[in-house]
């Protein structure tokens, strides 16, 4: 419990919910349509609009979707899919679930994606895939890493999880033709409770998509026929309504989340650590959370529990996949695999972060952050 005398607790992060979210739910209650109903489809031309995708397959989760891309690939037993060691589990996890190798590359020290030199390095004759990561919101090397993948012959994946709303070289992320997955969990831009999409440019790996995610349907099969090995990957009517009305707020969620960055900016300028990198040209971040690098030496956990004492939420992101004890088990990774991602482990961690976090609590984290550095 929050002592009474620190004032009211700051969230992590929080979804922005309101009365059309719950409208559209409610309608989907009344109809008796829990699933497999009209309001899914919707939902999926909706967010292939939004992203400028010719096609979308709505799922479970976006752990539902990468691990989908990697049936699309064709990974199988033996692979090794190259991906990054700073990253949400899953991005490793789909390979492994095909029985692939994770094959971990560093990353590049300011923008925290894949190093596309150290991926390139990571090819062996056994390399099938790049699962390559929009860390953050902000968007990876895409041009370089399908250059890479072309000249190796090797299938694309972009894990766009945490980057709805960001745009590469002008374009969003998902309308770049290959595979895209996108993720709904409540902390992310847009939220359907759990949920994920995969989006692609091609119409067999749509067709494909909507078969694995029903069980192995097909198109032309009757009901409860199935022409190939599937998964319950589906996502229900009731989840599709509240994307729908999460998409109908999109740009008024990203522009929150926007102007809340730009103010940590300005309250957090002069403080002994690293922001987050700025936009240029080419990449515009679709800000997801706001993650500080503090200065070397500095005990981060140590600076989390006195936040937390001041009932500021905060958390270490992200740890190293690579390190994490079901992956040094399993295959052996160790300390010095990835020095930059697992320098930039040790150092960085979210403060609380929304599109409608109040200016009077972003000063408080500012000042109790200050404090605590000090």
Not at 186 to 213: F, Y
Not at 263 to 288: I, M, N, T, V
Not at 362 to 374: C, H, I, P, W
Request: net charge negative.
């Amino acid at each position: 419990m929050i002592p009474e005398a620190v004032g009211r607790a700051i969230n992590l992060s929080a979804p922005w919910l309101d009365e059309r979210d719950e409208e559209l739910v409610l309608e989907v209650m009344r109809s008796g349509r829990l699933s497999l109903g009209p309001v899914g489809p919707r939902f999926e031309e909706l967010l292939a609009e939004a992203v400028e995708a010719r096609y979308c397959a709505t799922v479970s989760s976006g752990t539902a979707g990468l691990h989908l891309c990697m049936r699309l690939a064709g990974i199988e037993a033996g692979d090794e899919v190259i991906t990054s060691p700073y990253s949400f589990v899953a991005s490793a996890n789909c390979a492994i679930y095909e029985g692939a190798t994770p094959i971990f590359a560093d990353i590049d020290p300011d923008t925290l994606n894949l190093d596309p030199g150290a991926v390139e390095a990571a090819v062996t004759p056994r390399t099938r895939a790049v699962v390559a990561v929009d860390i953050f919101g902000y968007p990876c090397e895409l041009d370089e890493l399908r250059a890479i993948c072309d000249r190796y012959e090797l299938a694309l994946v972009e894990d766009a999880c945490e980057a709805l709303g960001a745009r590469y070289k002008g374009r969003p992320l998902g309308s770049h033709g290959h595979p895209a997955t996108f993720a709904f969990y409540p902390n992310k831009q847009i939220t359907t409770g759990e949920g994920g999409a995969v989006v692609t440019g091609s119409s067999e790996e749509h067709e494909l998509l909507v078969s694995l995610r029903n069980q192995g349907r097909l198109e032309t099969s009757s009901w409860l026929q199935h022409g190939r090995l599937g998964y319950n990957y589906r996502l229900d009517d009731v989840s599709a309504a509240l994307g729908i009305g999460q998409l109908e707020k999109l740009d008024r969620i990203l522009a929150g989340r926007r102007e809340v960055a730009a103010r940590y900016a300005e309250l957090l300028s002069g403080l002994d650590l690293e922001l987050p990198l700025a936009d240029d040209a080419e990449h515009e971040r679709s800000w997801f959370v706001y993650v500080v690098k503090l200065a070397g030496g500095i005990d981060r956990d140590a600076v989390i529990h006195r936040l937390a004492a001041d009932g500021i939420a905060c958390a270490p992101y992200l740890p190293c996949i690579h390190l994490q004890s079901y992956m040094r088990e399993r295959f052996g990774f160790a300390e010095g695999l990835c020095p930059v991602s697992e320098d930039a482990s040790a150092r960085t961690m979210a403060i609380p972060f929304h599109a409608r976090l109040a200016r009077e609590d972003q000063e408080r984290v500012a000042e109790a952050l200050r404090s605590a550095l000090q």
